[in-house]
């Protein structure tokens, strides 16, 4: 609640161990209160959050613990180098000596940043930095990653190989949420999607779920979240792709 705006409405979800599950939805739907809450980075007005079992409000550091958080926009301290940002990462979460130094190294390797380990993170491309972020994230094998847009700055050779990361996480057991405006990483990761709009959620489900809400059977993630949004907003999608309002004497 901001005022007397409710950013995010009655919002009631539950995300399964080893599930990647996508929070899509227009801007301004709620999706970045969501996250910011989820995190522990904003105290909900009502409600009830949890992370495997912890309360993110009255548990606060537990849920904490349990927890990985990439932000769109990574905020790193750019004086430090690559590796000395992991080492502050991870004693943050208690690892120290040689796990630490372990960890360190096979996130620079698979993140390919092991070349520039030694140099300062403001030297760093917007892509390497969210590829710092993730590595800093997954640093502590938490149970739940929380990500906000992953493929923003990323090229599309770490785009691939982050979204295949997804998959393997959840294999081995992690609950992944993302947010992202990129549809065809939801579709091509997601086992489960759910589309909020004006702070209400208003479908849930795998795709083949969400297309028959959308009356839209076979049809790819963009055709069906465009006619659910459109729909929630008293309009509708032609079947040449535009636009058909159902007052159209009011535009």
């Given at each position: 609640m901001y005022g007397g705006f409710s950013a995010v409405s009655g919002l009631d979800l539950t995300v399964?161990?080893?599930?990647?599950?996508?929070?899509?939805?227009?801007?301004?739907?709620?999706?970045?209160?969501?996250?910011?809450?989820l995190a522990g980075l904003l105290p909900p007005t009502q409600g009830v959050v949890e992370l495997c079992?912890?309360?993110?409000?009255?548990?606060?550091?537990?849920?904490?613990?349990?927890?990985?958080?990439?932000p769109d926009t990574p905020f790193l301290f750019e004086r430090l180098t690559g590796r000395e940002f992991l080492r502050f990462s991870g004693r943050l979460y208690g690892l120290d000596g040689e796990p630490l130094t372990r960890e360190v190294d096979r996130q620079l390797g698979f993140f390919e940043l092991a070349g520039w380990a030694d140099?300062?993170?403001?030297?760093?491309?917007?892509?390497?930095?969210k590829r710092l972020a993730m590595g800093a994230a997954l640093l502590h094998k938490p149970k739940v990653l929380i990500v906000d847009e992953p493929m923003v700055g990323l090229d599309p050779k770490g785009a691939r190989?982050?979204?295949?990361?997804?998959?393997?996480?959840?294999?081995?057991?992690?609950?992944?949420?993302?947010?992202?405006?990129?549809?065809?990483?939801?579709?091509?990761?997601c086992d489960r999607i759910g589309?909020?709009?004006?702070?209400?959620?208003?479908?849930?489900?795998?795709?083949?779920?969400?297309?028959?809400?959308?009356?839209?059977?076979?049809?790819?993630?963009?055709?069906?979240?465009?006619r659910l949004t459109l729909e929630n907003e008293g309009e509708e999608l032609s079947s040449s792709g535009d636009l058909k309002a159902d007052n159209p004497q009011g535009l």
């Open positions: 399964q161990t080893g599930e990647v599950f996508g929070f899509l939805g227009p801007n301004g739907a709620g999706k970045t209160t969501t996250i910011k809450i079992g912890f309360n993110v409000v009255s548990q606060a550091l537990q849920a904490k613990a349990v927890t990985g958080f990439i140099h300062l993170v403001e030297s760093y491309s917007h892509g390497m930095k190989k982050v979204k295949g990361l997804f998959r393997s996480l959840a294999a081995g057991g992690m609950t992944v949420f993302l947010t992202t405006h990129e549809l065809s990483t939801a579709e091509a990761v589309i909020v709009h004006h702070g209400v959620m208003i479908a849930m489900g795998n795709l083949r779920e969400l297309a028959e809400k959308a009356q839209s059977p076979g049809s790819g993630l963009e055709e069906v979240f465009l």
